[in-house]
């Protein structure tokens, strides 16, 4: 146990006050672990944000020529955002937030009033939970982060691993160049470029193509390392006490947790989820859709290539990563706002009138961008009401939390790409699958240019490496 303090004091620990924990003691923020006679965990589910941290501060020098220093590569960004849910009875699951997601950011946030989801990080950890609490209503109760050093490094100490290559690869962005086919040894390095990769090309009949779909296809490419990665640690990480040594050294060091995250806490989760099966664990990414162009404008500002959210898929989602569906209820009022642009706003209101709800005012505003999201505004504490209406809603929406906001009270920002109530419609619209179940459309979601809605889960493509 001595062994295990000192190692645990070489870990940076950082107070996020977004957290939400299932029990204090008396000491201070270390979260009260719950013990069944037999000594084993039986709290809460949890929910741990994992965030893989491309801040360019801290590197090894060697490491500067390939990422680049941190006055080359200013601030901080998740490049990997995971959200690891643990139920004592249901087990573990996965879900990933695109990178590129567009949503409202967290009051007085630096990187101004919206952005994409990555860009929170820029701000603090506490930034980026606010904004994955407030704006998808997850509650985190842990943080994870970890940069490019100890990623690499707890690979090389693990001796590598390994994944099979059905067809040549390359990224000149992340370094990764894979010349062979078949199963190949990866290092740390090549490790680390594998996990990047979002520029990604593959070679077929002597010629390179692009991958169309970016992050989205890497967070895909992602999970299945993730799990070779699990098996890995399983098979050979932790047996034998050297490497085990020399993988949590190289671990502690490039890590940041919250201070919630106690020692008995973390090994009584170890006790309880170290026998779950990477290759049952499911792991799914938040369904959104690309908006067309290169280059997304808002409020004049241009935010580079961006996706959306899409309801009821992203609803349904984040249900089935958290085991349950969220308490509804109904806001005493709700305010219609048009920002669409397009005259949206009348057929919400007349929706959410149908639907039963109170509209008590309409209004219209100026249209920040074409296409634009709805933004339910909600002050906190009244989620369950800004959920109620949600379900209301198909397409473009999203959650934010706003104090100004009156109580019992919900606001409607409404944007181009959105219906509501029954036998709403809209003028484009998907006719990709269902995205939370991979089966029929239900119902027509709108969409920007009727652009396919991605799916929660996805298998890997032809030229994606996998496990040996």
Not at 80 to 105: Q, W, Y
Not at 172 to 182: A, M, Q, W
Not at 356 to 372: D, I, M
Not at 418 to 433: D, E, F, K, N, R
């Amino acid at each position: 146990m001595a062994y295990v303090s000192y190692r645990y004091s070489q870990i940076r620990k950082i107070s996020l006050p977004g957290l939400v924990h299932a029990g204090k003691d008396s000491a201070g923020p270390v979260e009260v672990v719950p013990l069944t006679a037999a000594g084993r965990y039986h709290g809460p589910a949890t929910t741990i944000l994992l965030v893989g941290n491309n801040t360019r501060t801290g590197l090894d020098p060697s490491d500067t020529q390939y990422f680049g220093s941190s006055s080359d590569v200013g601030g901080a960004r998740s490049d990997v955002t995971m959200l690891l849910h643990l139920d004592p009875v249901k087990g573990a699951t996965i879900l990933s937030i695109p990178r590129d997601l567009f949503v409202p950011m967290p009051p007085h946030s630096m990187v101004g009033s919206v952005g994409k989801i990555d860009a929170a990080l820029n701000d603090g950890p506490e930034q980026l939970v606010e904004a994955i609490t407030n704006d998808l209503g997850i509650p985190i109760n842990h943080y994870v982060s970890i940069n490019f050093d100890g990623f690499q490094h707890v690979i090389d100490a693990l001796g590598g691993i390994n994944m099979t290559f059905p067809l040549p690869l390359r990224d000149s962005y992340s370094g990764l160049n894979i010349v062979n086919i078949g199963c190949q040894h990866l290092n740390g390095g090549e490790a680390l470029a594998v996990v990047r990769a979002r520029h990604l090309q593959y070679k077929v009949y002597g010629r390179w193509l692009d991958d169309p779909q970016s992050d989205l296809s890497r967070i895909r490419r992602d999970h299945e390392f993730l799990t070779v990665f699990a098996k890995t640690m399983r098979a050979k990480g932790l047996t034998n006490p050297l490497r085990a040594n020399a993988v949590i050294g190289n671990l502690v060091g490039q890590v940041t947790i919250d201070n919630g995250l106690s020692i008995s806490f973390m090994l009584n989760l170890l006790r309880a989820y170290g026998g779950l099966n990477p290759d049952t664990t499911p792991e799914l990414t938040l369904p959104v859709t690309l908006v067309p162009g290169a280059n997304y404008t808002y409020t004049g500002a241009g935010y580079g290539s961006v996706v959306f959210p899409s309801e009821p898929a992203d609803a349904e989602t984040i249900a089935q990563f958290l085991g349950t569906a969220p308490a509804l209820s109904q806001p005493q009022a709700v305010q219609v706002v048009d920002r669409s642009g397009v005259g949206a706003g009348s057929r919400v209101a007349s929706g959410l009138a149908a639907d039963g709800f109170n509209v008590a005012s309409r209004s219209y505003e100026y249209s920040p961008a074409q296409p634009s999201e709805t933004v339910v505004h909600y002050r906190p504490g009244d989620l369950p009401a800004a959920e109620r209406v949600m379900d209301a809603l198909s397409g473009a929406a999203i959650l934010s939390a706003d104090p100004q906001v009156p109580p019992a009270t919900v606001v409607v920002d409404v944007g181009s790409v959105v219906a509501a109530g029954t036998g709403a419609g809209a003028p484009a619209v998907s006719t990709a699958t269902s995205a939370a179940t991979g089966g029929p459309p239900a119902t027509a979601v709108p969409t920007p240019d009727g652009a396919a809605i991605t799916p929660s889960a996805a298998p890997l493509d032809f030229f994606d490496p996998r496990s040996c």
